[in-house]
């Protein structure tokens, strides 16, 4: 039997930011068995951490979502280093994953991520995605991690959308980001909401692995390498992300968590 956490990432109040249901794990598991543990928890990822003994990592780290296996994910790489904190192990976290060794480091009274940057790059996006994103972008290109990225004017177009979300799964690798700037008197710099319907999650509440391209995107376009940054969904979300000029190609996202529960999974 393994223990389990649901822990609320990229918040610090319950039953906002979003969920990832966290298990570290003493063995090797099955995928097939992951994959039905992801099902059964029905949340945008489950991940699925390991020690392991290697000199560039600590822990083997991998995230499913109720149908499939993605490459990266920063909402549930947070969650997963807030459950080893409160249970006693000690940061630094160095996390092998399908996206390389990614890092979790605790300062300034948040958990920060250092992922690599994805900044989004221009190519034809179809008129069918667009119509069933519907609003009147400004910009459209593609990021690396398989996301589309779509600009919109304002915050208010992007809090306004109601998108086909069948139609939006037929025209998607992985999801599309949709972003614009702030309003204007805002605390933060930018908002975004992330569709994922192609890979079980109609509406991510948080996405951290989209803001390795809204980050570089965003500073590129405000003029400076630290931004705040709001996720827009119901649940809604608060990050910061920063371009560190030590470590170029990078990406830091910070952020805080909240665990809600936990368990025992008896199967």
Request: charged share 20%; with cysteine.
């Amino acid at each position: 039997m393994n223990r389990f956490h649901v822990v609320d990432a990229f918040t610090d109040q319950p039953f906002r930011g979003n969920p990832a249901a966290v298990l570290v794990l003493d063995e090797p598991y099955d995928d097939t068995w992951a994959q039905r543990v992801a099902a059964e928890f029905n949340l945008s990822e489950t991940a699925f951490a390991r020690p392991v003994a290697t000199a560039d990592a600590d822990y083997e780290l991998r995230w499913f979502t109720p149908k499939t296996e993605v490459d990266l994910c920063g909402h549930a790489t947070l969650a997963t280093a807030h459950v080893l904190t409160e249970t006693g192990a000690a940061g630094p976290f160095r996390f092998t994953t399908h996206s390389g060794v990614l890092t979790v480091t605790a300062h300034d009274g948040l958990l920060w991520l250092d992922f690599p940057a994805n900044p989004p790059h221009g190519r034809q996006v179809s008129e069918e995605l667009l119509a069933a994103l519907g609003g009147a972008p400004v910009w459209a290109g593609f990021s690396d991690v398989g996301d589309h990225f779509v600009v919109y004017p304002d915050e208010a177009a992007v809090r306004a959308l109601t998108p086909d979300l069948a139609a939006v799964a037929r025209h998607t690798v992985r999801g599309v980001v949709t972003t614009a700037p702030a309003a204007p008197g805002g605390s933060h710099d930018f908002v975004s909401r992330f569709f994922g319907p192609a890979v079980g999650v109609p509406e991510d509440p948080v996405t951290g692995s989209a803001h390795t391209a809204l980050a570089p995107y965003w500073a590129d376009r405000l003029g400076r390498t630290r931004l705040e940054a709001v996720q827009c969904s119901a649940r809604g979300g608060r990050l910061v992300v920063e371009l560190p000029a030590d470590t170029p190609g990078r990406v830091r996202i910070g952020g805080t968590a909240v665990t809600v529960s936990e368990g025992t999974l008896r199967v």
